[in-house]
C-alpha cells in the first residue's frame, strides 16, 4: 500500500524559507512532484523531479525560488522554497507518479498517488 507523509510546513513571513518533506512508503524510485492549491483555486503543479533525482522541472511561478531533491535511499521527497511570498500560500501536496520516469511529469494526470497535504502561509 503506497503512502505519502508530507511536513514542514508552517507560517512564515515574506521573504522568508520552509523546507518540506514527503516520507513515501509503499513504493521505490516512482516520479514524484509537489503541487499546490489555495483556497478556491484550482490545483496547481509547482515542481516535479524523475525517479534518479538528476532532472527537475518547476512552475513558472517558483522557478529560482523552490528547489526539488529526493533522498531514493530513504524514500523521502523535500521541496526547499526560499524567498516565499504570500502568493505562494496553498496547501501543498506531495504526489508519486505509477512506475519509474525519466522526465519530470508537472501534469496532474500522470500521477496515482496523494499526500494529506501540509498547509504553508505566508503573511505580508
Known amino acids: 500500500q503506497v503512502q505519502l507523509v508530507e511536513s514542514g510546513g508552517g507560517s512564515v513571513q515574506a521573504g522568508g524559507s520552509l523546507r518540506l518533506s514527503c516520507a513515501a512508503s509503499?513504493?521505490?524510485?516512482?516520479?514524484m512532484g509537489w503541487f499546490r492549491q489555495a483556497p478556491g483555486k484550482e490545483r496547481q503543479a509547482v515542481a516535479g523531479?524523475?525517479?534518479?533525482?538528476?532532472?527537475?522541472q518547476y512552475a513558472d511561478s517558483v522557478k529560482g525560488r523552490f528547489k526539488i531533491s529526493r533522498d531514493n535511499a530513504k524514500n523521502t521527497l523535500f521541496l526547499q522554497m526560499n524567498n516565499l511570498e504570500p502568493s505562494d500560500t496553498a496547501m501543498y501536496y506531495c504526489?508519486?507518479?505509477?512506475?519509474?520516469?525519466?522526465?519530470?511529469?508537472?501534469?496532474?494526470?500522470?500521477?496515482?498517488?496523494w499526500g494529506q497535504g501540509t498547509q504553508v502561509t505566508v503573511s505580508s
Open positions: 523531479i524523475d525517479s534518479g533525482g538528476g532532472r527537475t
Open positions: 509503499g513504493l521505490r524510485g516512482f516520479y
Open positions: 504526489a508519486a507518479g505509477g512506475g519509474w520516469a525519466w522526465s519530470p511529469q508537472l501534469s496532474s494526470k500522470q500521477y496515482n498517488y
